[in-house]
């Protein structure tokens, strides 16, 4: 089999040709922000896009939020509900709109807990505290299905104060979306 070698030359187009490609790539970064839940679910601002929600309108929506995630890391389908939040407020639309609960249950349960007990069963801080308590800030509900609780063996008193503890999950789905709650799976 025959040996490629390499000049230095063309070592060094090569060189060049991955510096302009990482130059144009860092120059197609899109700006992120985050307009209302700080630190969480960025965003790209997008007036100029064909469909957007209507500054009038009330959402109704529950996040059925059921996937874990790496203990030392943010849940990201809950930084998901962050980035519906700061997506509807960059379009306008006043927190006073926008009706969100978060159902956590299943996998995701260990997120609802405070810190000292994340802490305790996971050997780290619960990475999750601060986004429900910026969550908490823009008016979405976040709870915990008490079975879920119960299943995998977390006390009630566990709970991070800023959340709810519910019958169930599968109740309060039932519930809210015969008021109208529009569901969307996590």
Same mark, same amino acid.
């Given at each position: 089999m025959k040996r490629e070698t390499f000049t230095r030359p063309s070592v060094a187009l090569c060189g060049i040709a991955l510096m302009i490609i990482g130059a144009a790539a860092h120059a197609a970064d899109p !700006?992120?922000?985050?307009?209302? &839940? #700080?630190?969480?679910?960025?965003?790209?601002?997008?007036?100029?896009?064909?469909? #957007?929600?209507s500054k009038d309108a009330d959402y109704k929506v529950v996040f059925n939020l059921t996937? =874990?995630?790496?203990?030392?890391?943010?849940?990201?389908? %809950?930084?998901?509900?962050?980035?519906?939040?700061? %997506?509807?407020?960059?379009?306008?639309?006043? %927190?006073?709109?926008?009706?969100?609960? &978060? &159902?956590?249950?299943?996998?995701?349960?260990?997120?609802?807990l405070d810190n000292e007990h994340y802490r305790e069963k996971f050997r780290v801080?619960?990475?999750?505290?601060?986004?429900? =308590?910026?969550?908490?800030?823009a008016g979405v509900k976040v709870e915990v299905c008490g079975q879920a609780l119960a299943h995998q063996s977390f006390p009630q008193n566990w709970v991070n104060p800023q959340v709810e503890i519910a019958l169930a999950a599968i109740?309060? &789905?039932?519930?809210? !979306?015969? #008021?109208?709650?529009?569901?969307?799976? %996590?």
């Open positions: !700006e992120w922000t985050y307009p209302t &839940v #700080q630190g969480f679910g960025k965003i790209v601002v997008l007036p100029d896009a064909t469909m #957007q929600p996937a =874990g995630g790496d203990a030392d890391k943010v849940n990201p389908n %809950l930084d998901r509900v962050a980035r519906a939040v700061n %997506l509807f407020t960059s379009a306008g639309v006043p %927190l006073s709109h926008l009706h969100f609960v &978060v &159902v956590v249950h299943g996998p995701a349960t260990p997120l609802t801080d619960n990475p999750n505290v601060k986004l429900i =308590g910026e969550l908490a800030k109740t309060d &789905v039932v519930i809210l !979306e015969q #008021q109208g709650y529009i569901l969307f799976p %996590l």
